[in-house]
């Protein structure tokens, strides 16, 4: 009876709390309190249109603070947000939005149509939305009919036009503030009409945010204030909430997952998302020209082994370059790690005789760390010679943006879609006119541009699939990248903090964020 007993308490003890923590999660929600969350990323800038907006560490902070006309839920499609409905005519180029009432700038000043069309007529400008200039580039011309009614004309059919406006880019801005003080100190103190504003920000430590009193959202955001601090070191970060001082951290390393899973007071929150891991290498810099290279490096890469060994099975082996979004096809395969392949590529590549390489990769991350050890490892077996360079995040971005250097992996934190549809991640790393140089790998592909061009103009669905389709399988084949792995959202949570959820595009709604009484 003793060893029953024994095998059946910890189903009775999951028994009995279960409903308590329900209970909680559908309690109804309470006004007030501060949040302490650990990230590992952190902001370069808090314009949504500023050129250094192209990491997560930025773009997470900035939905927090910014408002646009339909914003991403847990939808299959975008919902409304400053634009509380839309038509859209017959030929899909134009889009009319009936504007929100009572909208407000964290001032306090009214979100007016002009500051709309100022905002989405930046977000069409290439020469100012200079990082994702293909999101905004069907935009012809743009319209304030009245007050409350908004026109977009378009100059050909954008099948993810609504996914694009849901981006973080085409966020509302107030004109005569921007105008006024300019872009450099916008991004320092912007001020947006989203559910918080800026109260403090340290670079290098720290973003404080607090209650944006005018948010259109009745009753939210439930937190007064949220204290995002920014720190690299995975063990550091799972540190502050294993000690309470702080309710959420981000990024639980896949090692300690049952550890922190097993503390009292916390619990590991684990969600499917659209972020993936890989090694990216610089088209512009020999060998990495050569296709046969870069299959060689994939045959020699051991993903399942590391999926096991790295990432404890938490994720899965990437059969795409990018996340696996809308149009993902699950029939196309993934390399398998088949080294005596490798070497037969390599011998029929341009770097028969093996060549030396430098990569980056981000400082204070174990699990990078040890994944670039095993690459370095393993394709030495090849003859290539890999040095590993860490350095903070911050520094990656600016190295790999300037074009000079040849490769570079980012933690699974560090990429994820900003859109439901595979559209804006499509342009962003196979057009190498899509505004950052194909993800600055200069890979330049006459049919992969216009794959993505035939799938961003039509709504025709079956079409979108092909196009999508065969764009992942000719990426496969020849894009400069290791795709490792698709990753999953993995977060610890203080079990008083309610309503928290990572949307399919990895950042949250901290609006919808509270604390329950301890």
Known sequence: MIRRWKLLWPVLLIALLLPVVSLAQDAAPVQGGTLVMARESEPLTLDPMGPEVTNNGSIFMVVQIFDTLVETQDAPIPQPAVAESWTVSEDSLTWTFTLRPGVRFSTGDPVTCEDVKFSIDR??????????????????TTECVDASTFVIQLNRVEGAFLDYLSTFSPSIIPKAYYEEVGAQAFGEKPIGSGPFMVKEWVRGERLVLERNPYYWKEGQP????????????????????????AQIATEVPYSQIDRIE???????????????????????????????????????????AMLQSLLYGAAEIANHVIAKVKYWDSTVEAYPYDVAKAQELMAQSSASAGFSMSC???????????????????????????????????????????????????????????ALSDDNLAVVFFDVNGGIDAFWTNWNNERAIELVKTAGTTIDEAARTAAFQELQRLVMAEYPAVPLFFVKARTALADNVMGYKTLPVKWWNLEDVWLAPQ
């Open 222 to 245: 439930y937190l007064d204030s949220i204290v995002i601090e920014y720190i690299p070191d995975d063990n550091a970060r799972m540190l502050k909430v294993e000690s309470g001082e």
């Open 262 to 304: 097993a503390l009292n007071g916390v619990r590991v929150q684990i969600e499917d998302v659209m972020a993936w891991d890989a090694v990216w290498f610089n088209a512009l810099k020999p060998p990495f020209d050569d296709p046969n290279v870069v299959r060689a490096l994939n045959y020699a890469t051991p993903k399942e």
């Open 360 to 418: 980056l990769i981000v400082a204070g991350d174990q699990g990078e760390l040890q994944q670039a050890q095993i690459l370095q490892q393993e394709w030495a077996k090849i003859g290539v010679q890999m040095e590993i360079e860490a350095v903070d995040i911050g520094t990656i971005w600016a190295r790999w943006s300037s074009g000079d250097e040849t490769c570079m992996t980012l933690p699974g934190s560090s990429l994820s879609s900003d």
């Open 123 to 140: 977000f069409g400008d290439p020469t100012v939305n200079i990082s994702y200039t293909g999101f905004g580039s069907a935009i012809e």
